[in-house]
């Protein structure tokens, strides 16, 4: 016995504009309110050095900087991790490109003396005559 006819129920109407509105809100919010920071890819401890040049000192050209990790990937150029072969080669295609380059060395405190004396070798290979390294300034005595 069915004292109720059956109805057929309609589907709940969701409205989906309204949805797509507000994280399209949210997405911009996010967005704008984010902060964005340059993280450097490797930390490192400069030495401590009495004459160190000061900081701001600007050349007509950037100079290339190889940095010298502790750990491995041991080498970098710039931001870019390079192993100690395509190390040698970038170098001695940098130097036959620029006859006035200017490489930066900038190790880390706990790097292994190595792996430095290996990177300056490869930069005198390639002909690069002016070679620098990046240290912090102590203070003078």
Request: aromatic share 0%.
């Given at each position: 016995m069915s004292f109720y006819p059956r109805r057929k129920r309609a589907a709940p109407a969701i409205v989906i504009i309204s949805l797509i509105d507000v994280l399209i809100v949210l997405l911009v919010f996010l967005l704008v309110s984010t902060t964005y920071r340059?993280?450097?890819?490797v930390k490192l401890t400069l030495p401590e050095v009495a004459d160190a040049p000061k900081a701001g000192a600007t050349d007509s050209k950037p100079p290339l900087v190889v940095t010298?990790?502790?750990s491995e990937p041991a080498y970098y150029i710039g931001n870019r991790a390079v192993t100690e072969d395509k190390?040698?080669?970038?170098?001695q295609a940098s130097a036959a490109g620029n006859p006035d380059l200017q490489v930066v060395l900038s190790a880390d405190k706990a790097a292994p003396w190595e792996k430095v004396a290996r990177a300056l070798?490869?930069?005198?290979?390639?002909?690069?005559?002016n070679i620098r390294a990046f240290t912090k300034g102590g203070a003078t005595r």
């Open positions: 340059n993280q450097p890819s010298i990790a502790a190390l040698g080669q970038e170098l070798q490869m930069t005198r290979r390639a002909g690069v005559k």
